[in-house]
Nanobody, 122 residues
Framework: QVQLVESGGGLVQAGGSLRLSCAASGNIARIDVMGWYRQAPGKQRELVANMLIFGSTNYGDSVKDRFLISRDNANHTMWLQMNSLKPEDTAVYYC????????????????WGQGIQVTVSS
């Protein structure tokens, strides 16, 4: 089965940087859309950034000038470079695969990692 595992979170001072990684494994033929979401306590989950398999990207308005998403299609790996971090960025960050074509031909949706904490202090 498909599994997503995040790494690279932690504590950082305002203005600093972090780099998150997401590794997907399983019987995967291709992942059409990979992305990062985040959820702060008491708030809804929101899109941070996503990237389609051919390279186009989308960013949330609050991060578009500070964060950068990238992915390696051959290894089913994705990264999020976060710069100029603010306390408002504090949240649990989740890796997501929106559309996954399995090696047996099935198309499945909505795979999620377990989440990783990012805390930005002032």
């Amino acid at each position: 089965q498909v599994q997503l595992v995040e790494s690279g979170g932690g504590l950082v001072q305002a203005g600093g940087s972090l780099r998150l990684s997401c590794a997907a494994s399983g019987n995967i033929a291709r992942i059409d859309v990979m992305g990062w979401y985040r959820q702060a306590p008491g708030k809804q989950r929101e899109l941070v950034a996503n990237m389609l398999i051919f390279g186009s990207t989308n960013y949330g308005d609050s991060v578009k000038d500070r964060f950068l998403i990238s992915r390696d299609n051959a290894n089913h790996t994705m990264w999020l470079q976060m710069n100029s971090l603010k306390p408002e960025d504090t949240a649990v960050y989740y890796c997501n695969a929106n559309r996954v074509r399995l090696s047996d031909g099935r198309l499945e949706f909505g795979f999620w990692g377990q989440g990783i904490q990012v805390t930005v202090s002032s």
